[in-house]
């Protein structure tokens, strides 16, 4: 994951440095930061854990939310990757989300590997009762 909480604050792993205890957002179990050329900035559960949110994500999807987080801040939009919307079942993180400049918030949902058509309608409803946008 690419946010943890540091002294219950969201950090960013990019900025994030080494020495600090950081904590899962969703379990407050203890996370340790990865950094290194060979890898993506993020925080990894320290094991054993059973937390839903520290299931392995590739690369791929990492560096995804970060390249779409990025170019949206590159167009002066307030953006922010794995943001917890309180309102969705399930695991509630839209992968980015970006505030509009009328305040409107817009999630960006990245897939790449194939889901079913219910879950994406399922998905898409819940992001639409809680009154955000999906992409
Ligand atoms: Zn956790």
Known sequence: MLVANLNRERIDAFIAERGPEYRCPECEGVVIL???RKV???FAHKPPTDCSWASGETRAH??????VA????GRGLRAEV??????????RRADVIAWSPNGRQI?????????DLNEIESRASSYARAGIVQI
């Open 82 to 91: 794995e943001f917890v919307v309180n309102t969705l079942p399930g695991d």
């Open 62 to 67: 990492l560096e995804a939310k970060l390249l």
């Open 107 to 115: 999630a960006f949902e990245l897939q790449h590997t194939p889901i």
């Open 40 to 42: 993506i900035d993020h």
């Open 34 to 36: 990865k950094k290194g």
């Open 70 to 73: 990025k170019a949206l801040a």
